[in-house]
């Protein structure tokens, strides 16, 4: 079955930086893209980007360049986060989530969800 | 960037009866895709491509829309629909996400 398993909760300082990963399983890596989502406590939901394992190719919100970095390592199945100069309104759980398979811009599966607090 | 407005954004049922929440968008969409939400959890595929009801999903539960309006139905609510449920769109980048309309039982 598909699972996408995140890291677990991160405590940093203001002006480090973070990575999550997502690990998944039960299906071929490299052909589903990840995206990223964030929820701040009490919040709903903001699209950060998305990777295409396949072929490395990125797409970011504009509101998250220059803060995110996405990445992924076909050799172990893992999707990645780099979070830079983090500050206090980066506390929030993050998301990353499975394109869904029509391409239709859906995510059919999610992480549990990392915890960031700054 | 497309901006979604749910309504209500809190809506109060009690068991057995019909709601409906709705979600307009700033400029026409291709398709809609809902997710529920409950706390501590993950969002879970709800509706995807406007009317199509993801695996697991309840068949009280429908959507439907086109353009700029979306709503999402539940035929006779139950307790354990109580969640916050959000629209999503991707037919214009950024992906954007409603606000959530949370759904009470009474």
């Known amino acids: 079955q598909v699972q996408l398993q995140q890291s677990g909760p991160e405590l940093v300082k203001p002006g480090a930086l973070v990575k999550i990963s997502c690990k998944a399983s039960?299906?071929?890596?490299?052909?589903?893209?990840i995206n990223w989502v964030k929820q701040r406590p009490g919040q709903g939901l903001e699209w950060i980007g998305w990777?295409?394992?396949?072929?490395?190719?990125?797409k970011y919100n504009e509101k998250f360049k220059g803060k995110a970095t996405l990445t992924a390592d076909k050799s172990s199945s893992t999707a990645y986060m780099q979070l830079s100069s983090l500050t206090s309104e980066n506390s929030a759980v993050y998301f990353c989530a499975r394109g869904g398979p029509l391409g239709a811009g859906d995510f059919d599966y999610w992480g549990q969800g990392t915890t960031l607090t700054v | 960037q497309i901006v979604l407005s749910q309504s209500p954004a809190i809506l109060s049922a009690s068991p057995g009866e019909k709601v409906t929440m709705t979600c307009r968008a700033s400029s026409s969409v291709s398709y809609m895709h809902w997710y529920q939400q409950k706390p501590g959890s993950s969002p879970k595929p709800w509706i995807y491509?406007?009317?199509n009801l993801a695996s697991g999903v309840p068949a009280r539960f429908s959507g439907s829309g086109s353009g700029t309006s979306y709503s999402l139905t539940i035929s006779r609510v139950e307790a354990e629909d109580a969640a916050t449920y959000y629209c999503?769109?991707?037919?214009?980048?950024?992906?954007?996400f409603g606000a959530g309309t949370k759904l009470e039982l009474k």
């Open positions: 990777i295409y394992p396949g072929d490395g190719s990125t």
């Open positions: 491509a406007t009317s």
């Open positions: 039960g299906y071929t890596f490299t052909s589903y893209d």
């Open positions: 999503q769109q991707w037919s214009s980048n950024p992906l954007t």
